[in-house]
């Protein structure tokens, strides 16, 4: 069967609002005949990298200086680079030449990460008080795990059930640009159903842990229909 050449195509355009991890858009009936087969045969996804905050809540911070001080730290949710979110805690950790977090044993006695899940991920610490000799273990993640967004949809059919990314969309331009990505030349199957009349979408970051993202996610796609 020659499926060059399709007998008619479905433009589908979809907005996933913002602080949503999981959405399900509505819509009008779309009649799906079951003597074709459907194809997705182009995404394109929009994302505005200015939503994706590596500091998702308030993180809180308690350093023991070394006079025996406690000093709290308040860290607001927002997009922090690794020098800025260094000295949102005053210098207590910073990064070694080999990209590592490490208590600074001349400022702090201790950084308690207890109550900063996010910056405990950044630094590669656990969520837990670290005392003079701390070092990571492994470089630092700016990204929070966000290097990667997946977009995953009920509507190609080997993630019914969303079992697996519809889009991976690899986050790699700097930050406050919006990032869009486009894919030709697909050929994903749709789901076998005879009305259309919704989609499930699930955010996750790389790690397939739901995110909600502080802007809308723009994405279109093409199904192209060809006779069985």
Not at 26 to 47: A, E, G, H, L, Q
Not at 111 to 118: E, G, I, K, N, P
Request: hydrophobic share 40%; aromatic share 8%; proline share 3%.
């Amino acid at each position: 069967m020659n499926r060059s050449y399709p007998v008619s195509v479905i433009n589908h355009n979809t907005i996933i609002p913002k602080n949503n991890a999981r959405y399900r858009e509505s819509f009008n009936t779309v009649i799906m005949p079951r003597d074709n087969v459907y194809k997705i045969t182009s995404i394109t996804c929009k994302i505005d990298t200015t939503s994706l905050w590596n500091v998702r809540t308030t993180n809180v911070v308690k350093v023991v200086d070394k006079q025996g001080h406690e000093m709290i730290y308040n860290v607001n949710g927002g997009y922090y680079t690794i020098s800025e979110l260094c000295n949102a805690v005053a210098g207590s950790i910073a990064i070694n030449d080999k990209n590592l977090a490490y208590v600074v044993d001349s400022v702090a006695d201790s950084v308690d990460l207890t109550d900063a899940s996010d910056i405990a991920s950044i630094f590669r610490l656990d969520q837990r008080l670290h005392t003079m000799g701390t070092i990571a273990s492994e470089p630092f993640d700016i990204t929070n795990g966000q290097s990667v967004i997946r977009v995953y949809s009920s509507i190609n059919a080997q993630t019914f059930g969303l079992n697996s990314p519809l889009i991976d969309n690899l986050i790699h331009v700097s930050m406050g640009l919006n990032n869009m990505i486009t894919w030709d030349n697909l050929s994903i199957d749709v789901i076998e159903q005879s009305n259309w009349d919704y989609i499930d979408w699930m955010l996750t970051d790389a790690n397939n842990n739901p995110i909600s993202l502080n802007s809308n996610v723009y994405i279109s796609f093409t199904i192209s229909c060809y006779p069985k």
